[in-house]
Protein backbone atom coordinates (compact mmCIF):
# COMPACT_ATOMS: atom_id res chain seq x y z
CA UNK A 1 0.00 0.00 0.00
CA UNK A 2 1.54 3.42 -1.29
CA UNK A 3 1.63 5.80 1.15
CA UNK A 4 4.12 8.25 -0.21
CA UNK A 5 4.43 9.96 -3.51
CA UNK A 6 6.29 12.35 -5.89
CA UNK A 7 3.77 14.89 -8.21
CA UNK A 8 4.42 17.53 -9.99
CA UNK A 9 0.69 17.92 -11.23
CA UNK A 10 -2.21 16.69 -8.95
CA UNK A 11 -5.81 17.58 -8.93
CA UNK A 12 -7.24 16.84 -5.77
CA UNK A 13 -11.17 16.10 -5.16
CA UNK A 14 -12.85 15.11 -2.13
CA UNK A 15 -16.31 13.07 -1.08
CA UNK A 16 -18.45 12.95 -4.54
CA UNK A 17 -20.64 10.18 -2.36
CA UNK A 18 -21.85 8.53 -5.40
CA UNK A 19 -25.28 7.05 -4.80
CA UNK A 20 -25.87 9.61 -1.88
CA UNK A 21 -29.55 11.04 -2.76
CA UNK A 22 -27.58 14.46 -2.34
CA UNK A 23 -25.75 13.87 -5.18
CA UNK A 24 -26.41 16.11 -7.97
CA UNK A 25 -23.09 16.46 -9.84
CA UNK A 26 -22.45 13.42 -11.39
CA UNK A 27 -22.20 14.40 -15.22
CA UNK A 28 -20.02 17.37 -14.01
CA UNK A 29 -17.34 15.43 -12.10
CA UNK A 30 -17.11 13.24 -15.11
CA UNK A 31 -16.67 15.98 -17.42
CA UNK A 32 -14.02 17.49 -14.75
CA UNK A 33 -12.14 14.29 -14.60
CA UNK A 34 -11.80 14.40 -18.38
CA UNK A 35 -9.99 17.45 -17.92
CA UNK A 36 -8.05 16.72 -15.59
CA UNK A 37 -6.79 13.61 -17.93
CA UNK A 38 -6.33 16.01 -21.19
CA UNK A 39 -3.87 18.32 -19.05
CA UNK A 40 -2.06 15.27 -17.90
CA UNK A 41 -2.46 15.76 -14.39
CA UNK A 42 -2.17 12.81 -11.88
CA UNK A 43 -5.70 12.46 -9.78
CA UNK A 44 -6.19 11.94 -5.92
CA UNK A 45 -10.05 11.22 -4.71
CA UNK A 46 -9.60 12.06 -1.16
CA UNK A 47 -12.13 9.56 0.33
CA UNK A 48 -15.49 9.06 -0.27
CA UNK A 49 -16.34 8.01 -3.22
CA UNK A 50 -19.28 6.10 -3.00
CA UNK A 51 -21.95 6.12 -0.43
CA UNK A 52 -22.31 3.19 1.60
CA UNK A 53 -24.11 4.45 4.48
CA UNK A 54 -27.08 6.72 3.02
CA UNK A 55 -27.08 4.95 0.01
CA UNK A 56 -29.83 4.88 -2.63
CA UNK A 57 -29.07 1.53 -4.39
CA UNK A 58 -30.49 2.62 -7.73
CA UNK A 59 -28.52 5.80 -8.02
CA UNK A 60 -25.67 4.21 -7.27
CA UNK A 61 -25.95 1.61 -10.11
CA UNK A 62 -26.38 4.63 -12.50
CA UNK A 63 -23.75 6.79 -11.12
CA UNK A 64 -20.41 4.31 -10.92
CA UNK A 65 -20.37 2.78 -14.38
CA UNK A 66 -19.58 6.62 -16.02
CA UNK A 67 -17.37 7.17 -13.04
CA UNK A 68 -14.92 3.88 -13.41
CA UNK A 69 -14.96 5.23 -17.49
CA UNK A 70 -13.35 8.24 -15.98
CA UNK A 71 -10.79 6.59 -14.17
CA UNK A 72 -9.82 4.20 -16.84
CA UNK A 73 -9.30 7.16 -19.31
CA UNK A 74 -6.64 9.09 -16.96
CA UNK A 75 -4.65 5.14 -16.46
CA UNK A 76 -5.06 5.09 -20.23
CA UNK A 77 -3.19 8.47 -20.81
CA UNK A 78 -0.42 6.56 -17.84
CA UNK A 79 -1.81 9.07 -15.41
CA UNK A 80 -1.52 8.15 -11.63
CA UNK A 81 -5.12 8.18 -9.50
CA UNK A 82 -4.58 7.78 -6.07
CA UNK A 83 -7.46 7.08 -3.44
CA UNK A 84 -7.47 7.70 -0.15
CA UNK A 85 -10.29 6.05 1.72
CA UNK A 86 -12.93 8.10 4.16
CA UNK A 87 -15.04 6.79 6.49
CA UNK A 88 -18.03 6.05 3.76
CA UNK A 89 -16.18 3.78 1.88
CA UNK A 90 -13.33 1.99 3.86
CA UNK A 91 -15.54 -1.49 4.02
CA UNK A 92 -14.74 -1.26 0.13
CA UNK A 93 -10.94 -0.81 0.25
CA UNK A 94 -10.05 -4.78 -0.41
CA UNK A 95 -11.92 -4.55 -3.14
CA UNK A 96 -10.94 -1.39 -4.78
CA UNK A 97 -7.26 -2.21 -4.03
CA UNK A 98 -7.79 -4.62 -7.32
CA UNK A 99 -8.38 -2.08 -9.62
CA UNK A 100 -5.52 -1.71 -11.69
CA UNK A 101 -4.38 1.82 -12.06
CA UNK A 102 -6.26 2.58 -8.69
CA UNK A 103 -3.27 2.69 -5.94
CA UNK A 104 -4.79 3.25 -2.49
CA UNK A 105 -3.93 4.60 0.88
CA UNK A 106 -5.00 5.58 4.31
CA UNK A 107 -3.09 8.91 3.26
CA UNK A 108 -0.47 10.73 1.15
CA UNK A 109 2.70 12.30 2.02
CA UNK A 110 3.42 13.98 -1.69
CA UNK A 111 6.60 15.83 -2.64
CA UNK A 112 6.09 18.49 -5.20
CA UNK A 113 8.80 21.40 -6.15
CA UNK A 114 10.37 21.02 -2.55
CA UNK A 115 7.04 21.37 -0.50
CA UNK A 116 5.80 18.17 1.55
CA UNK A 117 2.10 17.93 1.22
CA UNK A 118 -0.36 15.44 3.40
CA UNK A 119 -3.47 14.33 2.22
CA UNK A 120 -6.13 12.50 4.41
CA UNK A 121 -9.45 12.41 4.83
CA UNK A 122 -9.77 13.40 7.88
CA UNK A 123 -12.34 11.31 9.64
CA UNK A 124 -10.00 10.44 12.01
CA UNK A 125 -10.22 13.94 14.28
CA UNK A 126 -13.60 14.13 14.22
CA UNK A 127 -14.70 13.95 17.53
CA UNK A 128 -17.70 12.37 17.34
CA UNK A 129 -16.45 9.87 15.15
CA UNK A 130 -13.48 8.90 17.14
CA UNK A 131 -15.34 8.95 20.35
CA UNK A 132 -18.64 6.79 19.35
CA UNK A 133 -18.26 5.35 15.82
CA UNK A 134 -21.20 3.09 16.63
CA UNK A 135 -23.41 5.93 17.40
CA UNK A 136 -21.71 8.37 14.02
CA UNK A 137 -22.77 5.31 11.80
CA UNK A 138 -26.25 4.75 13.13
CA UNK A 139 -27.13 8.52 12.82
CA UNK A 140 -25.43 8.79 9.48
CA UNK A 141 -27.38 6.22 7.97
CA UNK A 142 -30.67 7.29 10.21
CA UNK A 143 -29.92 11.04 8.13
CA UNK A 144 -29.99 8.82 4.89
CA UNK A 145 -34.03 8.39 4.64
CA UNK A 146 -35.23 12.09 4.96
CA UNK A 147 -32.58 13.11 2.49
CA UNK A 148 -34.04 10.69 -0.11
CA UNK A 149 -37.29 12.89 0.30
CA UNK A 150 -35.97 16.24 1.58
CA UNK A 151 -32.20 16.27 -0.50
CA UNK A 152 -31.87 19.80 0.52
CA UNK A 153 -32.08 19.27 4.16
CA UNK A 154 -28.12 18.37 4.37
CA UNK A 155 -27.27 22.17 2.47
CA UNK A 156 -29.81 23.23 5.77
CA UNK A 157 -27.62 21.35 8.18
CA UNK A 158 -24.37 22.96 6.75
CA UNK A 159 -25.29 26.39 6.85
CA UNK A 160 -25.93 25.37 10.38
CA UNK A 161 -22.40 24.11 11.06
CA UNK A 162 -20.90 27.31 9.85
CA UNK A 163 -23.56 30.15 12.03
CA UNK A 164 -22.14 27.66 14.72
CA UNK A 165 -18.58 27.84 14.24
CA UNK A 166 -18.73 31.44 13.50
CA UNK A 167 -20.16 32.28 16.91
CA UNK A 168 -17.20 30.29 18.48
CA UNK A 169 -14.35 30.98 16.77
CA UNK A 170 -12.72 34.15 14.61
CA UNK A 171 -12.32 34.44 11.38
CA UNK A 172 -9.46 32.71 9.72
CA UNK A 173 -8.54 30.37 12.48
CA UNK A 174 -10.64 27.84 11.68
CA UNK A 175 -12.67 26.83 8.00
CA UNK A 176 -16.26 27.58 9.19
CA UNK A 177 -18.43 25.06 9.91
CA UNK A 178 -15.57 22.71 11.20
CA UNK A 179 -15.03 22.31 15.16
CA UNK A 180 -11.34 23.17 16.04
CA UNK A 181 -9.92 19.39 16.44
CA UNK A 182 -9.40 19.46 12.54
CA UNK A 183 -6.92 23.14 12.43
CA UNK A 184 -5.69 21.54 15.71
CA UNK A 185 -4.91 18.27 13.65
CA UNK A 186 -3.33 20.42 11.06
CA UNK A 187 -0.83 22.59 13.17
CA UNK A 188 0.17 19.10 14.92
CA UNK A 189 1.29 17.87 10.85
CA UNK A 190 2.91 21.15 9.87
CA UNK A 191 4.99 20.56 13.66
CA UNK A 192 5.82 17.49 11.46
CA UNK A 193 7.33 18.86 9.01
CA UNK A 194 4.44 18.45 6.44
CA UNK A 195 4.05 22.65 4.38
CA UNK A 196 0.57 22.25 3.67
CA UNK A 197 -2.47 19.74 5.04
CA UNK A 198 -5.28 18.93 2.79
CA UNK A 199 -8.22 17.27 4.54
CA UNK A 200 -11.29 16.42 3.26
CA UNK A 201 -14.70 14.62 5.36
CA UNK A 202 -16.54 17.82 6.66
CA UNK A 203 -17.87 18.73 2.75
CA UNK A 204 -16.76 22.61 4.09
CA UNK A 205 -14.32 24.50 1.71
CA UNK A 206 -11.46 26.93 2.75
CA UNK A 207 -7.80 27.41 3.98
CA UNK A 208 -6.24 28.79 7.07
CA UNK A 209 -3.14 29.92 7.43
CA UNK A 210 -1.08 28.26 10.28
CA UNK A 211 1.99 30.46 10.29
CA UNK A 212 5.43 30.07 8.83
CA UNK A 213 4.19 29.80 5.42
CA UNK A 214 2.07 26.60 6.52
CA UNK A 215 -1.47 25.84 5.28
CA UNK A 216 -4.24 23.93 5.90
CA UNK A 217 -6.79 23.67 2.60
CA UNK A 218 -10.15 21.69 2.67
CA UNK A 219 -12.29 21.15 -1.01
CA UNK A 220 -15.72 20.75 0.18
CA UNK A 221 -17.89 18.24 -1.31
CA UNK A 222 -17.49 17.18 -4.82
CA UNK A 223 -21.09 15.78 -5.25
CA UNK A 224 -22.51 19.42 -4.47
CA UNK A 225 -19.77 21.94 -5.07
CA UNK A 226 -17.35 22.89 -7.41
CA UNK A 227 -14.15 23.27 -5.88
CA UNK A 228 -10.82 21.09 -6.29
CA UNK A 229 -6.92 21.81 -5.44
CA UNK A 230 -4.19 21.68 -7.75
CA UNK A 231 -0.76 20.29 -6.54
CA UNK A 232 1.76 21.77 -9.51
CA UNK A 233 5.62 22.10 -8.59
CA UNK A 234 5.16 22.79 -5.11
CA UNK A 235 2.38 25.39 -5.60
CA UNK A 236 -0.50 24.38 -4.38
CA UNK A 237 -4.07 26.34 -4.72
CA UNK A 238 -7.78 26.03 -3.80
CA UNK A 239 -10.02 26.36 -7.20
CA UNK A 240 -13.49 25.77 -8.57
CA UNK A 241 -14.14 23.95 -11.81
CA UNK A 242 -16.57 25.34 -14.54
CA UNK A 243 -16.37 28.81 -13.17
Given at each position: ???Q???D??????D???????CR????I????N?????G???C???D?????Q?A?S?L?KD????LQ?L??L???????YY?????????E??L????N????P???V?S????I????????????????????????L??????????????????Q??S???RA????????????F??A??E?A?????H??F??T??VG??????????L??GA?M?G????E??N???C?H?W??
Amino acid sequence: MITQIQSDKLIVISDLHLGNPVCRNKRQIIQFLNKVASQGYDLCINGDVFEIAQVAFSKLVKDVPDFLQALKVLGNKERNVYYVIGNHDIILENFLNEWGNIKIAPFLNVISGGQRIRIEHGHLYDPLFVRYPRLYEFFTGLFGFPLRVFPGLYKFWLVSQKFSSYCRAKRGEVILGEPPRFTIAAHELAQRGFDHIVFGHTHHVGEVNLGNGERYLIPGAAMFGHSYIEILNGKVCLHEWGR
